[in-house]
Nanobody, 120 residues
Framework: QVELVESGGGLVQPGGSLRLSCAASGSFWGLRDMAWYRQAAGNQRELVARITYGGDTNYGDSVKGRFTISRDNKKNTAYLQMDDLKSEDTAVYSC??????????????WGQGTQVTVTV
């Protein structure tokens, strides 16, 4: 069984920063793409950022220049550094990963999510 556990969410003022972590645990061979998604109340889930095993990244338009995704493959962990946070960044942030459990294809796996609230 594979589990993705997010941490680092919380309450922050506009202009502030937070760093989210997503750690994979359990029995698996490895991780391919890892990503962060978010869903604000009343909105559809949207891609925040994605990173390949080799470190290639892509970002949602609304966070470009403010958020940075990274990963530590030895620790099976992805990070999301969020700077210059705005009220519209308030959402539940969820980690997603393609997990190689046995053979192919990888299993797409979600974490439970962590709340980020940006407010004065």
């Amino acid at each position: 069984q594979v589990e993705l556990v997010e941490s680092g969410g919380g309450l922050v003022q506009p202009g502030g920063s937070l760093r989210l972590s997503c750690a994979a645990s359990g029995s698996f061979w490895g991780l391919r793409d890892m990503a962060w998604y978010r869903q604000a109340a009343g909105n559809q889930r949207e891609l925040v950022a994605r990173i390949t095993y080799g470190g290639d990244t892509n970002y949602g338009d609304s966070v470009k220049g403010r958020f940075t995704i990274s990963r530590d493959n030895k620790k099976n962990t992805a990070y999301l550094q969020m700077d210059d946070l705005k009220s519209e960044d308030t959402a539940v942030y969820s980690c997603n990963a393609d997990v190689i459990i046995s053979g192919w294809p990888p299993r797409n796996t979600w974490g439970q999510g962590t709340q980020v609230t940006v407010t004065v």
